[in-house]
Each structure stands twice: as structure tokens, then as C-alpha cells.
């Protein structure tokens, strides 16, 4: 059974949104674990941020393990689109399988019934 380009091409976009969201997760990713490591090595200082003294440290893990919770979700959306898609790829070549499979079977009852003496009258009308 050859796919047309039509089929080939079906939701290109969607795959490519899904694609984009896991590439731009798995950076998130990378640069939360590079803050969480920064954070690690700056646990003691303090940083003027606002007129107060807020610690640095602890600052930089806390935002960077909540990039590297969002990242993760953003990989998991992506991968979800991706698999809705290749879901409903598997369902539509399925879905053509069993036509041709239904039309072959037509096709060998009706050559079955042509060459077999099939009594047409029901035990009703008998």
C-alpha cells in the first residue's frame, strides 16, 4: 500500500511544535541544573537585590530546581503531542488496512458466489 504525500505530511506542524516545546524543555532543563549548580557553589554569599541582603545561594537552587520542574513539563507536553500524533497515525493506517482487507474480502465473496450455485430464497419464502 504506497501513502500518498498528503498522508506523509499529515500534522507536520503539530510534530514540529511538539519537537520545539522538548528541545526548548531539555534547555530549561540544562539551565536550571547550571543554576542549581551555581546556586551549590555560592551557598554562603549575599547579594543586595532591593535595598535588603538576600542570600544568593539558596536563591539560585530554588529557582533553578522550579526551571528544572517546568523544563521537564514542557519535554513531557512535547513528547505528549508526538504521541497523540504518531496515535492517530497508527489509527488512520489502520483504518485504510482494514478497508482493503473488507474490499478483498468482498471482492473474493462476490467471485465465490458467482462461481458456486448460491440459492437465493430464504426459508420464508420456501
Not at 485504510?96 to 458466489?113: M, P, V, W
Request: proline share 2%; hydrophobic share 45%; net charge neutral.
Amino acid at each position: 500500500m504506497m501513502e500518498s504525500d498528503f498522508d506523509k505530511h499529515r500534522f507536520r506542524t503539530l510534530l514540529g511544535f511538539g519537537k520545539f516545546f522538548s528541545l526548548l524543555g531539555w534547555v530549561i532543563v540544562f539551565g536550571g541544573a547550571f543554576l542549581v549548580s551555581l546556586g551549590m557553589g555560592q551557598f554562603g554569599l549575599r547579594s543586595g537585590m532591593g535595598g535588603g541582603i538576600i542570600p544568593t545561594g539558596p536563591a539560585m537552587l530554588v529557582f533553578g530546581v522550579g526551571l528544572i520542574l517546568y523544563g521537564f513539563v514542557m519535554v513531557a507536553s512535547g513528547q505528549f503531542i508526538s504521541c497523540f500524533v504518531s496515535l492517530e497515525s497508527n489509527t488512520y493506517v489502520t483504518k485504510l488496512l482494514q478497508q482493503n482487507i473488507l474490499k478483498t474480502l468482498r471482492d473474493q465473496l462476490a467471485s465465490y458466489s458467482h462461481q458456486v450455485d448460491v440459492p437465493t430464497t430464504t426459508a420464508q419464502e420456501g
